[in-house]
Structures are given as structure tokens and as C-alpha cells.
């Protein structure tokens, strides 16, 4: 993975591109790798969004490879096992701030097609009114996914899988090569069947130490946040004005159909379509599934080693869920990317272009999706890793 991210992080990420109508003149403005980036925001001006991406696309794909390696290769003492073993699920649960810088690309791809005068980027010779009379061909803005771009993406999921799977061995050797001291007498560990599986069935909730007897409190929250997730993902969030004069309206949906339409046209779709899949699925499939996976977990009456498999496919789908990541990126990043815009093309001719953006009240709604599910998630695994791996002893 670093043999992937390190070329990604140096070599051309992006290219803004240009392309005129009815003449067909395709121009490169410029191509940005993930460092060059960093530069280019901090002399527009927009020193928090550089940070930021510092922070998370730079220094913690790096650090989040070089923890899970020490903890793969440390030797392990039964007397810290459960400490290793929390530490590595919060690693599981945070690689996704990796893909900070992705989506903040998926916002700027959406929100920087512009469609404007050729002069915007010095070529006022075609701009205008034609003797004729016919009014000049217009400027199309671009941004088109490189190569590096694609290896960092790839490289962030492939991050994801290692941290599971790390997550999974270490539960193994623990757990299931007969290391764990902590289990008492009267524990359910030793009520099981020379099959491994354990006698009887039952709910969670019970397990957990949280059970409430009516089953629609659980449900219902759930509803409530998988409504806010859904409707805030379509509701529109942003809008950007161009020159003053357009101004278009975003939803985080619309955003993801962008991906497509923003390289050039005669540009490969592959990899755009394989990139706007994953965003669909991790902004708004996964957190679904996630909360559902949740109600069967604690509700339905399963065995315990049922419920294991249950709460692993709960820690992996809550990996994947980027709702966290994306709401942050378009705080942080919504009044920063004009800034980056009118610095990157419009910088080829002062004052021809003007983006401004605008950050609409309504990203509330996906914003309490979000920290409502984050919330409940974290409480729910913990809960629920307790009840399952270290239970109390029985009275």
C-alpha cells in the first residue's frame, strides 16, 4: 500500500482542463498531485482546507499503515490483549478520514463545472459577440481524475481490508486459540457444546445490559436516523455562483452524479463510474445497512456465535461508512474551494472569473443523520463487544 500511495501522493492527481464549444479546443490548465495541492490551496488562501488535507490525506494513511504494521509484528502479551485489541478497532473505525481528500475532490468535481466566457482563462479573442451577431462560444471547466488520484483511492480501500483483517486475526488468537483469561466461572464461554456453538438463543439487549422491554425504542431512532441520512443525502446542501450571475444548487446526490460528467468528454469513464459506485455505497448504502445491521444485532435472538459474526459485520460496515467524512469535508471545504477555483482559473486572467459558494441550512439534516448514527454506533460496539467477549459473571 505505501508503494501505492507514496506515487500517488507525488504524481498527477487531477487536471483541470478546459474545453471550448462549437470549436472543439480541448485545453490543460493544470495537472495537482495530493503535495502539489497543498501548495496551490495555501496561495489561494485557503490555508485551512491545506491543512486539513496535511492532516488527513498525507500524514494519516501513512501513520494509520504504520500502527496496524507495529501491531502485526509487535509480539503480543495475554496481559494487554484486550488493549491491542481496542486499540486496533479504533484504527479500524478511523482509517475512513483518509479519503478526506477524495471527497473533497467529489465536491470541487460537482461544484466546478462551470460554464462561462472563453476569457476566463485569457482567451478573450473568442469571447463576445461575432460580427455576425451570434454571441461567442463558451468555456467549459473540467476536472479529470489521474492516474494518482485513482492510486490513492485504491490504496485508502486497500488500507480498510488490511485493518479488518488485522482486527480478525487478533480476535482469533485471543478468543479463539484459547488465550483469553478473562473468562469467569458461569461465563457462556463455558456453557458451550463440544460444537463450539452455545445452548439457547437470545437478544442482546438482554446480554448488554441496556434492554428495554419494548423493541420500538430501538426502532424507532433507527427510522429517525436513516430518514435524516436518506432525505439530507437528496435534500439540495450547496450552491455555487459563477461570475455573480449563475447560480446552481447541489445535493450530496447530485454531487455524486457529477463524478461522471466532470472529466472531458471523450475522456474514459471507468474509473469516474467505479469511484461515483464507491461513494454511493459508503455515503449512503453503508450507513443504511450499518443502522439495520444494529436492529437485528441487538433485537433478534441469535446464538452467540451468531451474534459475533453479526457484530464483526456491524465494525466493518460502520468502517466503511464515509457520512463522518463527507459532511466535514463540505463544512470545511465549501467556502474554501471558490477561493482554489478563482486562484486556479481564474488566475489566467484577473478578475474574469468569480466563484462563491454557499452552504445551505438544510445539511443540518444529513448532518444529524450523521452524528446520530456515529453516536449510537460507537455506544452500540462497545456495548455489544463487552456483552459478547468479556461477559460479566452470572449471579
Same mark, same amino acid.
Given at each position: 500500500?505505501?508503494?501505492?500511495?507514496?506515487?500517488?501522493?507525488?504524481?498527477?492527481?487531477?487536471?483541470?482542463?478546459?474545453?471550448?464549444?462549437?470549436?472543439?479546443?480541448?485545453?490543460?490548465?493544470?495537472?495537482?498531485?495530493?503535495?502539489?495541492?497543498?501548495?496551490?490551496?495555501?496561495? #489561494?488562501?485557503?490555508?485551512?482546507?491545506?491543512?486539513?488535507?496535511?492532516?488527513?490525506?498525507?500524514?494519516?494513511?501513512?501513520?494509520?499503515?504504520?500502527?496496524?504494521?507495529?501491531?502485526?509484528?509487535?509480539?503480543?502479551?495475554?496481559?494487554?490483549?484486550?488493549?491491542?485489541?481496542?486499540?486496533?478497532?479504533?484504527?479500524?473505525?478511523?482509517?475512513?478520514?483518509?479519503?478526506?481528500?477524495?471527497?473533497?475532490?467529489?465536491?470541487?468535481?460537482?461544484?466546478?463545472?462551470?460554464?462561462?466566457?472563453?476569457? *476566463?482563462?485569457?482567451?478573450?479573442?473568442?469571447?463576445?459577440?461575432?460580427?455576425?451577431?451570434?454571441?461567442?462560444?463558451?468555456?467549459?471547466?473540467?476536472?479529470?481524475?489521474?492516474?494518482?488520484?485513482?492510486?490513492?483511492?485504491?490504496?485508502?480501500?486497500?488500507?480498510?481490508?488490511?485493518?479488518?483483517?488485522?482486527?480478525?486475526?487478533?480476535?482469533?488468537?485471543?478468543?479463539?486459540?484459547?488465550?483469553?483469561?478473562?473468562?469467569?466461572?458461569?461465563?457462556?464461554?463455558?456453557?458451550?457444546?463440544?460444537?463450539?456453538?452455545?445452548?439457547?438463543?437470545?437478544?442482546?439487549?438482554?446480554?448488554?445490559?441496556?434492554?428495554?422491554?419494548?423493541?420500538?425504542?430501538?426502532?424507532?431512532?433507527?427510522?429517525?436516523?436513516?430518514?435524516?441520512?436518506?432525505?439530507?443525502?437528496?435534500?439540495?446542501?450547496?450552491?455555487?455562483?459563477?461570475?455573480?450571475?449563475?447560480?446552481?444548487?447541489?445535493?450530496?446526490?447530485?454531487?455524486?452524479?457529477?463524478?461522471?460528467?466532470?472529466?472531458?468528454?471523450?475522456?474514459?469513464?471507468?474509473?469516474?463510474?467505479?469511484?461515483?459506485?464507491?461513494?454511493?455505497?459508503?455515503?449512503?448504502?453503508?450507513?443504511?445497512?450499518?443502522?439495520?445491521?444494529?436492529?437485528?444485532?441487538?433485537?433478534?435472538?441469535?446464538?452467540?456465535?451468531?451474534?459475533?459474526?453479526?457484530?464483526?459485520? *456491524?465494525?466493518?460496515?460502520?468502517?466503511?461508512?464515509?457520512?463522518?467524512?463527507?459532511?466535514?469535508?463540505?463544512?470545511?471545504?465549501?467556502?474554501?474551494?471558490?477561493?482554489?477555483?478563482?486562484?486556479?482559473?481564474?488566475?489566467?486572467?484577473?478578475?474574469?472569473?468569480?466563484?462563491?459558494?454557499?452552504?445551505?441550512?438544510?445539511?443540518?439534516?444529513?448532518?444529524?443523520?450523521?452524528?446520530?448514527?456515529?453516536?449510537?454506533?460507537?455506544?452500540?460496539?462497545?456495548? #455489544?463487544?463487552?456483552?459478547?467477549?468479556?461477559?460479566?459473571?452470572?449471579?
Amino acid at each position: 500500500m505505501v508503494s501505492l500511495l507514496i506515487p500517488s501522493d507525488f504524481g498527477p492527481g487531477v487536471s483541470a482542463d478546459a474545453r471550448i464549444d462549437d470549436v472543439g479546443i480541448e485545453i490543460s490548465i493544470r495537472e495537482i498531485s495530493v503535495i502539489s495541492s497543498v501548495k496551490e490551496l495555501w496561495n #489561494a488562501e485557503s490555508e485551512l482546507l491545506a491543512i486539513l488535507i496535511v492532516v488527513f490525506s498525507i500524514a494519516w494513511p501513512y501513520l494509520n499503515l504504520l500502527l496496524t504494521l507495529l501491531v502485526w509484528v509487535t509480539p503480543w502479551k495475554t496481559a494487554n490483549a484486550h488493549r491491542r485489541e481496542t486499540f486496533i478497532a479504533v484504527l479500524d473505525a478511523l482509517g475512513k478520514w483518509g479519503l478526506f481528500d477524495t471527497l473533497v475532490l467529489i465536491v470541487m468535481m460537482g461544484g466546478l463545472q462551470i460554464v462561462t466566457d472563453p476569457a *476566463a482563462i485569457g482567451l478573450g479573442a473568442l469571447s463576445g459577440v461575432t460580427e455576425e451577431g451570434m454571441e461567442g462560444p463558451n468555456l467549459r471547466t473540467y476536472l479529470t481524475p489521474l492516474w494518482g488520484f485513482y492510486g490513492f483511492f485504491i490504496a485508502a480501500l486497500l488500507s480498510l481490508i488490511g485493518s479488518h483483517l488485522v482486527l480478525y486475526y487478533q480476535r482469533k488468537v485471543i478468543y479463539f486459540n484459547g488465550h483469553n483469561t478473562d473468562v469467569k466461572e458461569g461465563d457462556p464461554e463455558e456453557q458451550m457444546k463440544d460444537d463450539g456453538h452455545i445452548e439457547g438463543v437470545a437478544a442482546l439487549t438482554a446480554l448488554s445490559g441496556i434492554s428495554i422491554c419494548n423493541p420500538i425504542f430501538y426502532i424507532i431512532p433507527s427510522i429517525l436516523m436513516i430518514a435524516f441520512i436518506v432525505i439530507g443525502f437528496f435534500i439540495n446542501v450547496v450552491s455555487f455562483t459563477y461570475n455573480s450571475e449563475s447560480e446552481t444548487h447541489f445535493s450530496l446526490y447530485s454531487l455524486g452524479m457529477g463524478i461522471t460528467d466532470a472529466p472531458l468528454p471523450d475522456t474514459n469513464k471507468t474509473g469516474p463510474r467505479f469511484m461515483a459506485v464507491i461513494y454511493f455505497l459508503m455515503s449512503l448504502v453503508i450507513p443504511v445497512l450499518n443502522i439495520i445491521t444494529f436492529v437485528i444485532l441487538y433485537l433478534k435472538p441469535m446464538k452467540r456465535e451468531a451474534q459475533k459474526i453479526a457484530l464483526y459485520i *456491524a465494525e466493518v460496515s460502520f468502517a466503511w461508512s464515509t457520512t463522518g467524512p463527507l459532511v466535514f469535508s463540505l463544512f470545511t471545504s465549501v467556502h474554501q474551494v471558490p477561493r482554489f477555483a478563482n486562484s486556479l482559473i481564474g488566475g489566467l486572467c484577473d478578475g474574469c472569473l468569480l466563484v462563491e459558494s454557499e452552504l445551505k441550512a438544510e445539511v443540518t439534516v444529513y448532518l444529524f443523520g450523521t452524528m446520530g448514527h456515529g453516536i449510537a454506533a460507537y455506544y452500540l460496539l462497545h456495548k #455489544a463487544h463487552t456483552a459478547l467477549y468479556y461477559p460479566p459473571p452470572k449471579i
